[in-house]
């Protein structure tokens, strides 16, 4: 298996007592895996670590390989941007732009021609069914639907990791299935899924729980 994402002596705190200790983890090319745990012991933050956005207090992440504690802000911004798509748990959609801006923003910080995703992005509004939504601003849609449009924009380009926290939270049984099929195909396709989940029924699709 080839790794994706491994941690060695993860360390974080906000203060001086550490909320993540001594964190040793592996997660495979292909996977598709739950982060649980009680509100509160740091679900989200260790998203945020892996996903670049915070720095360990010690320790080491590598992703695809690769040492990251060393990289720069642009170098970290660059990862982010080139190799992770990200679901954070209240959507973050801009809500000065319409939807599909939304879902193609990204696209931007790739030097990629944004034009060029509309018609990838409308399917993909469409599949998760907030199609007729794309010329709306984020303020005229549902909890529910914010969300289903931030899963769009993480996906869009099939990024080798998706981070999502609590993708499924404002989602009736049948959208949360949506999206965890969607899950499943990404990480068949030999990239790697990791959701933060409060949701048994989204535990039991997925291959593995790392409990914290
Ligand atoms: N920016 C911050 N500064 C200081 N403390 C923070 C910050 N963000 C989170 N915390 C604290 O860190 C702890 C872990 O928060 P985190 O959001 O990672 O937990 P979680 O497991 O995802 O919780 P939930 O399941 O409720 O979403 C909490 O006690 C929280 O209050």
Known sequence: MTVAISTSDLTFGYGATPLIEGWDQRIDCGELVAIT????????????????????????IHIGGSPTSRLKDAQR???RAERFGF??????????RTVLDNVIETTLYRGESASSKVPDALALLE??????RAAARPGQVSGGQAQR?????ALLHKPEIVLADEPTGNLDPASAAVVLDAF???AS???TVIVVTHDPSVVAKCDRTIHL
Request: proline letters at 4%; glycine letters at 14%; a positive charge.
């Open 77 to 79: 911004a660059r990862f």
């Open 87 to 96: 679901v954070f748990q209240d959507a973050a959609l801009d809500t000065t």
């Open 184 to 186: 499943r195909e990404h």
């Open 127 to 132: 599949r998760f069914g907030v199609g007729l």
């Open 149 to 153: 449009i931030a899963l769009c924009r």
């Open 37 to 60: 745990g009680p509100s509160g012991c740091g679900k989200s933050t260790l998203l945020y670590l892996l996903g670049l956005m915070l720095s360990p207090t010690r320790g080491e």
């Open 189 to 191: 396709s030999g990239r």
